[in-house]
C-alpha cells in the first residue's frame, strides 16, 4: 500500500494527523506533509477525507488484495 500526497496541493494544515488514529506514529508536518510507519496505517481513508486541498491518495496496493483473497479461499 502507498499513501500519496500531493505535494502541489499540500499546506501543511496538519489536518491528516489529526484525523489519524495513529497520527502521531504515522504522518509528520514539517514542510510539507508525509506519512511513514505504514505497517500502523490501517487504510481507514480518514485522512484523506479529512484533507481540505483533496492532496492523499490511500492506494491499496494489489498483492494486498491477492493476500486477503487467498486468505478468504482457505476458510
Ligand atoms: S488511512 Fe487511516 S490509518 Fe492510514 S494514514 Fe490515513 S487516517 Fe491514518
Ligand atoms: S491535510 Fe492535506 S493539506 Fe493538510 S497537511 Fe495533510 S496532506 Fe497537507
New binding site residues.
Given amino acids: 500500500m502507498k499513501i500519496d500526497?500531493d505535494k502541489e496541493?499540500?499546506?501543511?494544515?496538519?489536518?491528516?494527523?489529526e484525523?489519524c488514529p495513529k497520527g502521531a506514529i504515522i504522518?509528520k508536518?514539517n514542510d510539507?506533509?508525509k506519512a511513514g510507519n505504514l505497517r500502523y496505517c490501517h487504510l481507514c481513508t480518514l485522512?484523506a477525507s479529512?484533507?481540505?486541498?483533496?492532496?492523499?491518495t490511500v492506494i491499496r496496493d494489489v498483492t494486498d488484495e491477492k493476500k486477503e483473497n487467498i486468505t478468504e479461499k482457505n476458510e
Fill in positions: 500526497i496541493k499540500c499546506t501543511s494544515c496538519g489536518k491528516c494527523k484525523a504522518w508536518i510539507k506533509a485522512c479529512a484533507c481540505p486541498e483533496g492532496a492523499i
